[in-house]
């Protein structure tokens, strides 16, 4: 599970630097390095965040 842990962890600091480089100065980094390689692995990534986040608010309020 600690794997898992810190495998979120890094997910949800990629999410947040991403959306403060859109928010201050309109990169998307993910969409910078990952775009070549197509428009479904970015679309991966940003779905791998998002349940990283929804699983750490679960675990931080102890519903896993």
Same mark, same amino acid.
């Given at each position: 599970m600690?794997?898992?842990d810190m495998?979120?962890?890094w997910l949800i600091i990629v999410g947040a630097v991403n959306w403060? +480089? =859109?928010g201050a100065f309109d990169i998307n980094?993910?969409?910078m390095i990952i775009g070549?390689?197509?428009t479904t692995i970015v679309?991966?990534?940003y779905? +791998? =965040?998002g349940l990283s986040g929804v699983y750490t608010l679960l675990?931080?309020?102890k519903m896993m």
């Open positions: 600690k794997n898992l495998l979120a962890w403060g +480089l =859109v980094l993910v969409t070549p390689l197509g679309k991966l990534v779905i +791998l =965040v675990k931080h309020f």
